[in-house]
C-alpha cells in the first residue's frame, strides 16, 4: 500500500536518512522502532510531505506522491498523529475533531465519524467542549489519534504515541492500537518502546543513524542481536 | 458632565473604528508573525480611491466600499503573495523593514498622483447631526461604530464556526499541526492577509466622512494601530475590541480636557501607562 524505495531526506542540504526502503502493506501494523536521533520523525515527516526527500520515491497505492504536498497527502489519506500530541490548546476537543476532518474528501463524513470516535474514546464525548489545552496528557493523546481518525485515515502514523504517558495510559493506547488493526487499518507505529512495538506490530524495522539496521517480522527483529546495537549504538 | 459624556461617546465611536483596524492587524500577526507597517498607508491608499471615485463618478465613500473592498482584498492577496511570503520565516527585522518601505511607496505613489494638499471627500452623511440631549453625535460616527462592532461580531463568529475560521485559529496556534490535517497554511496567510487589507477598506470609509485625508497621514493610522494591538495582547479579539475602545476614548478626553494639540499626547501617555502596570496587555487571561 506504501512503499519507500532508496529515500534520501534531511534538513538544509545535510542528510538524515540514507537510502531507506521499507513497505506497509494494507491492513498491517508495522513497528519503525529506533533510538533518539536515528531519524525516525525525519522519515515520518518524509512520508507526511513536510519534509521533501533529496532522493529516492515514495509510492502510495501504486501512485508516485514523492512530490505531493502535505496537503495532497492528506487528501489521499495518509494521516499522521504527530510526536507531543500537538493537540489545538485553545480549541475545544469538538473542534479538535472538526479539523481533523478538514480535507474535502472527509468533510462530508464527519458527522458519521465523529460518533465513531467517540464510540472509541468515551472519555471525549464527556470533555467535547473543554479546551483541549486543559486535558491531561493521555486524554490528548486520544485526542490526537480521534483527530487523526476523523481524516478517514487509510495509513495511520503514530509518532512516539507513548511518549510521556503512564504505564496505565500506554496500555490503553495500544489496546486501542490493537482495535483499529482488527478494523482493518494500515498503521505505522514510530516508536522508541521496543518490547511494546514488538508486542503489537507484525513487522518491524529498526533505524539506526539514519538507515534500517534490521527488519523483518516481529520475532525476527526481537531475537536478532543488531537490534540490541542499533539501540545502545555499539 | 455634558461634556464628559460628549467625549466618552464621541470616543467609543472613533474608538470602535480603532479596533476594527487593529483587528486585521492581529488576525495577520496570528497566523503569519508579519507586523505589517504600512498599515496606515493601506487605509490611507483605500482613502484616495475613494476619493478618486468622487472625483470620477461622483460615488458617495459608502457606496465607493462596494468596488474598493474587492480591489483592497486583491492587492493585499498579491502583497502578500509577492512581497512578503517569500520573506516570512527570514528574520523578523527583514519583514518590517519590508512594510516600512512599502509604507514609504504608498505614500509617495500618493502623493504623486493626488499631490500633497489635503483634501475632502464629500459625503451625505458629512453634517448630519443626532442631538441626544445634552450630546451632540455625528450621523457618521454612529455609523461607523455600529459597522465597526457588527463587523468585529461577524469576524468572531467567523473565526469560532467556519472551517475558514477554525484553519486561521489553527495555523496561530500550530501551524505544524494546521499542516498535518491538510490545512494549506501559505494560502490561509495569504487569505488572512488580503482579508486584513478588505477590513481596511470598510474602515476607511467609515473615517472618511468630515475627516480631512492627506498622503503623508499613513504613519499616524499605523501608530494607533499598533497601540490598540499591543494593547489588546496581539492576538485576542476581545482585548483589541477593548483596547481600540481604551485609545479611542483617551483621545477624545485628550481633545476635549487638554488643550487640542497636547491632547493628542493622552492616548500615548495613557499607553505608556498601562505597559508599565499591564505588559501583557488589557486581558486578563494568563497564557
Not at chain 1, 214 to 232: I, M
Not at chain 2, 24 to 29: H, K, R
Request: net charge positive.
Amino acid at each position: 500500500m506504501l512503499e519507500v524505495e532508496g529515500l534520501v531526506a534531511g534538513y538544509a542540504g545535510t542528510p538524515i536518512l540514507r537510502d531507506i526502503s521499507l513497505r506497509l502493506d494494507r491492513g498491517e501494523t508495522v513497528g519503525l522502532l529506533g533510538a533518539n536521533n536515528a531519524g525516525k520523525t525525519t522519515l515520518i515527516n518524509s512520508l507526511s510531505g513536510i519534509v521533501t526527500p533529496m532522493a529516492g520515491r515514495i509510492i502510495f497505492d501504486g501512485r508516485d506522491v514523492t512530490r505531493a504536498t502535505p496537503m495532497q497527502r492528506v487528501e489521499m489519506g495518509i494521516i499522521q498523529v504527530p510526536e507531543g500530541r500537538l493537540v489545538f490548546p485553545e480549541m475545544s476537543v469538538r473542534e479538535n475533531l472538526l479539523l481533523g476532518g478538514f480535507c474535502d474528501r472527509a468533510r462530508p463524513l464527519r458527522p458519521r465519524q465523529m460518533e465513531k470516535v467517540l464510540a472509541l474514546f468515551p472519555r471525549l464525548k464527556e470533555r467535547l467542549s473543554q479546551p483541549a489545552g486543559t486535558l491531561s496528557g493521555g486524554e490528548q493523546q486520544m485526542l490526537a489519534i480521534g483527530r487523526g481518525l476523523m481524516a478517514e485515515a487509510r495509513v495511520l502514523m503514530l509518532d512516539e504515541p507513548s511518549l510521556g504517558l503512564s504505564p496505565l495510559f500506554v496500555q490503553y493506547i495500544f489496546g486501542i492500537v490493537d482495535q483499529l488493526h482488527k478494523d482493518g487499518l494500515t498503521m505505522l507505529l514510530v516508536e522508541q518502546n521496543l518490547n511494546l512495538t514488538l508486542r503489537h506490530a507484525q513487522r518491524c524495522y529498526v533505524l539506526e543513524r539514519g538507515h534500517i539496521a534490521v527488519e523483518g517480522a516481529a520475532e525476527v527483529v526481537k531475537n536478532d542481536p543488531r537490534t540490541r546495537q542499533a539501540y545502545l549504538g555499539l | 458632565m455634558s461634556e464628559l459624556w460628549q467625549a466618552l461617546a464621541q470616543g467609543v465611536f472613533i474608538g470602535s473604528t480603532y479596533g476594527l483596524l487593529a483587528l486585521g492587524m492581529g488576525l495577520v500577526y496570528g497566523v503569519s508573525g508579519v507586523v505589517n507597517f504600512a498599515h496606515g498607508d493601506f487605509i490611507s491608499l483605500a482613502m484616495f480611491m475613494c476619493l478618486a471615485l468622487f472625483s470620477a463618478f461622483s460615488l458617495d465613500p459608502y457606496v465607493s466600499v462596494l468596488i474598493t473592498i474587492p480591489v483592497m482584498t486583491a492587492i493585499g492577496a498579491l502583497v502578500y503573495r509577492f512581497l512578503l511570503r517569500p520573506m516570512v520565516g527570514y528574520k523578523f527585522l527583514m519583514v518590517v523593514q519590508l512594510t516600512l518601505g512599502l509604507s514609504l511607496v504608498l505614500q509617495n505613489g500618493i502623493l504623486m498622483i493626488f499631490g500633497g494638499q489635503p483634501a475632502r471627500t464629500p459625503s451625505i452623511v458629512e453634517s448630519k447631526l443626532i442631538i441626544l440631549g445634552d450630546v451632540v453625535l455625528r450621523l457618521a460616527h454612529v455609523i461607523a461604530c455600529a459597522v465597526a462592532f457588527a463587523m468585529a461580531i461577524g469576524l468572531y463568529v467567523m473565526l469560532r464556526s467556519t472551517d475558514f475560521g477554525r484553519s486561521i485559529r489553527a495555523v496561530h496556534q500550530n501551524a505544524h499541526a494546521a499542516a498535518l490535517m491538510g490545512i494549506d497554511v501559505g494560502r490561509v496567510q495569504v487569505m488572512t492577509f488580503a482579508l486584513g487589507i478588505g477590513i481596511l477598506a470598510v474602515a476607511a470609509a467609515l473615517l472618511l466622512p468630515g475627516t480631512p485625508i492627506q498622503p503623508t497621514q499613513g504613519l499616524q493610522y499605523t501608530v494607533i494601530t499598533l497601540l490598540v494591538v499591543v494593547l489588546g495582547g496581539m492576538t485576542n479579539f476581545v482585548g483589541i475590541m477593548l483596547g481600540g475602545l481604551v485609545i479611542g476614548i483617551s483621545e477624545a478626553m485628550g481633545t476635549v480636557y487638554v488643550s487640542d494639540t497636547l491632547g493628542r499626547l493622552v492616548p500615548y501617555a495613557i499607553f505608556v501607562l498601562i505597559m508599565l502596570f499591564r505588559p501583557q496587555g488589557l486581558t486578563w487571561r494568563a497564557s
